[in-house]
């Protein structure tokens, strides 16, 4: 049986992982910061009910085969703790998480073991262990011998694996749609307010310095994804609120860093400056 622990059992970890107890080749084994009894997931294909093994001591896990990290970015350290204890000689860890620095975030963890994956599965949590999978979605993984290991555990699940030789690229592209969304945890107003003139402008300046910084990092990104990323938050629900703004509403901690922060810290690195991705995270780390 091929063993699997989920650190960070939210509405990703969470939706995963009852996808995956529902295969019995599969030994899951969750690991939360908060507990709970069962999990349920409202999935698009039914609900999935499960009472899995929960964890809440990371001294208390043992070595697994696959470790599925899907805490917040912000999280990274918590999330390392159960790795000190998870991984072993043959361990590989995939890490569902925003941004482009998945493999950086982990550096204990030798680079050709993890399988960094952009994550395309909306989902929320209503209470813990208790989440709602809005729609089947997708993961975006690096073609090589540890992705199609992954891909290999989610064959019995309807979520579609991508392998992609160009996973910078897709992560880069993910992460333009995100740094615009930083006008809603500014604004304080959903998805919607992308119909506004002057806002779908400072998006487009906020996905610029994007493309500018993601292509000296070596992706390949058109002058049109600014624009074609406006679009997609204007014909998408104008009601929809994005996880940046959810966490602002809530008054948790947002992954502001993950998200648009990096524009900023990677652009140093390459002599660009992003001046509106700096100024949004200035205010929300002030706000
Ligand atoms: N949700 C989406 O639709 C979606 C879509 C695409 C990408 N993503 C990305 O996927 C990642 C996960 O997001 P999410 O929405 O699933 O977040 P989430 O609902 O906030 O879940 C994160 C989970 O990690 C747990 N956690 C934090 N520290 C921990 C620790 N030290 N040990 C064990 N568990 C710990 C949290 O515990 P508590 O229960 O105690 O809070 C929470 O259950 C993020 O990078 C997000 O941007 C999410």
Redesign the pocket.
Known sequence: MTKIAV???????ATIAAWLIADPALDVTL????PFERLRVQTPDGDLESQPLLLTDPDTADPVDWVIV????Y?AA??S??LDRLVHDGTRVAI????VEHLSRFPQIDPSRIVPVV???????RA?GDVVQRRTGSLTIPAGPASDAFAVLFATTPIELRLTDDWLTAAWQKLAINCAGVVSALTLKPAGIAHDPDIAELMRGLVRECIAVGRAEGAVLDDEVADKVVEGYRTGPADSIN?IHADRLAGRET?ID?RNEVIVRLGVRHGIDAPLNRMAATIIRAS
């Open positions: 650190v960070g059992t939210g509405a990703i970890g690991c939360a910061r908060t899907a805490t917040k970015t999280d918590g999330a703790r159960w569902l998480q925003n941004g994550v395309d599965i909306p989902a929320e949590r813990p996880s992954e993950a």
